[in-house]
């Protein structure tokens, strides 16, 4: 890592949470029903495997959401969030930062960069892509945080449209999307974006070489050797 805010984006901190009666280990991603999910396997007393013991496992499933519905969300979080644990600082500075620095926080992190992150603590496991809404097949909760709710005025802000870069790692989330139903190691996935995105996948590459060299080694772009 290079700078503190790498270590709040890419922590060692991965957590998969068991679901015994759905047979489901689970990774939890932010803004992706994980507060519902943990909460279920609280309840059928499951396993909790954090950072090292993730490894021990051979497959791990991971629900996606729609990336734009995930983003306003997120950035509606971390923006309430951060101006209760720092009443002092102004909301048009907090949203300036957020919109020049597409990332600040785990809580809108595209989820591809989530499944770089699982990468990096178990590089052999199989991977089950589930979208947001088969959620409801392995938990009855739905917890929404008491304070999160969504504040238009800072939608439009935002100007999500008119930003390209976050318009490119929709993108990017919208082909892993493509893979929902389908079981893959990370390799595998890595491969779907070369073989149906190249030009994508290279701007991937560029972005992210120096997070996970190892894997891009036997998959860089002939452009990029």
């Known amino acids: 890592m290079l700078t503190q805010l790498d270590q709040e984006l890419y922590p060692f901190d991965c957590e998969v949470v068991s679901i015994p009666e759905s047979q489901q280990n ?24 954090n950072n090292k013991d993730v490894h021990k496992l051979k497959h791990i499933d991971v629900y996606l959401r729609d990336p734009l519905e995930r983003y306003i969300s997120g950035t ?70 008491v304070g999160t709710e969504l504040d238009m005025d800072v939608v439009t802000r935002l100007d999500i449209n008119n930003n390209k870069k976050l318009q490119f790692w929709f993108f990017i989330d919208y082909i892993l999307r493509e893979m929902i139903g389908k079981t893959k190691s990370f390799d595998d996935i890595i491969l779907y974006y070369k073989q149906q ?25 002939k452009t990029f050797r």
């Open 26 to 49: 689970v990774f939890l991603i932010y803004k992706n029903a994980s507060s519902s999910i943990r909460m279920e396997s609280e309840k059928q007393k499951g396993w909790t495997f």
């Open 76 to 145: 509606n979080t971390y923006l309430q969030r951060l101006l209760k644990e720092n009443p002092s600082l102004d909301k048009d500075t907090a949203l300036f930062f957020i919109k020049e620095y597409n990332f600040l926080n785990r809580h809108y992190l595209p989820q591809f960069h989530w499944l770089l992150n699982l990468h990096r603590m178990n590089s052999r496991c199989m991977i089950t892509l589930h979208d947001i809404s088969e959620v409801s097949n392995i938990t009855e909760y739905v917890d929404t945080p």
């Open 197 to 221: 995105q190249p030009f994508a996948f290279a701007e991937m590459f560029k972005d992210i070489c120096e997070l996970l060299r190892p894997v891009y080694e036997l998959s860089t772009p």
